[in-house]
């Protein structure tokens, strides 16, 4: 067994023990330096540990979730804040602010994005989404939903295929790759104007790059057939940097 297949187990075995009257999510860093996840609610539904936090790398955070919670959760990666929560981001950044309460990353960004229940549906809806563009993979896994659950991915690390046109820099590096609609606006690319249905929005040769390379993620808005997973789980594993 892997040192990471280890951790996730010991992980499982430790919070199996604790009551939740809603739904966990253990959120991981397993990259190699910190990132400071944000977390923005549905409107309707509260907010989350503040909306956002420091997670080292290495380490792991248990969010409880109520029950029929919606929203998403993102990564963040190069912040500085002051001693107010105030500062900035290279990616994924809500304002300049630590906590994202009420506001969300400004892309590109890698999403995860969730509906656990309602209430007049019990099942969780989740995926992983590159419709706001990517700027590090990340996983959500369903721990004990049994058969027929779905794992919502991005493990690749698509800043390594992205092309130019949507590449994000940071003294030369690049720490993002946008999303076309984001690059260029257009209603095509951004399933908007005459393109604004299922019928007229189709995947472009940039949604058909991001498939290639994160088959389990949304490429464009109307990838639900491939992208969105479901699930009625007591706990998920969402990690950044998952193991590919």
């Known amino acids: 067994m892997s040192n990471f297949k280890l951790f996730l187990f010991l992980l499982f075995f430790i919070t199996s023990i604790l009551a939740s009257d809603g ?139 992205c092309p130019e046109k949507l590449a994000v820099r940071r003294d030369g590096k690049v720490v993002g790759c946008k999303s076309a609609c984001l690059a260029t606006r257009e209603d095509r690319y951004c399933c908007t104007g005459e393109y604004i249905s299922r019928a007229t929005c189709k995947p472009t040769a940039f949604a058909h790059l991001f498939k290639a390379v994160c088959p389990r993620a949304y490429s464009y808005a109307y990838d639900e057939s491939t992208g969105l997973k479901t699930c009625i789980a007591p706990r998920y594993v969402i990690t950044f940097c998952p193991p590919n």
């Open 23 to 161: 739904t966990q999510l253990i959120v991981v860093n397993n990259c190699k330096g910190p990132v400071w996840p944000g977390i923005l609610a549905t409107a309707g539904h509260e907010a989350l540990n503040n909306g956002g936090f420091r997670l080292n790398s290495g380490q792991q955070v248990v969010v409880d979730c109520p029950k029929h919670w919606s929203g998403r959760i993102w990564a963040r990666q190069g912040c500085c804040f002051d001693e107010t929560g105030k500062g900035s981001c290279q990616t994924g950044d809500c304002a300049g602010k630590l906590h994202c309460i009420g506001t969300g990353g400004e892309p590109p960004a890698t999403l995860v994005e969730m509906t656990l229940g309602t209430s007049s549906n019990p099942r969780h809806y989740y995926d992983v989404s590159l419709v706001d563009g990517f700027n590090l993979p990340v996983s959500m896994i369903p721990v004990g939903g049994g058969r027929g659950c779905g794992v919502a991915a991005c493990e690749a690390d698509l800043n390594d295929f």
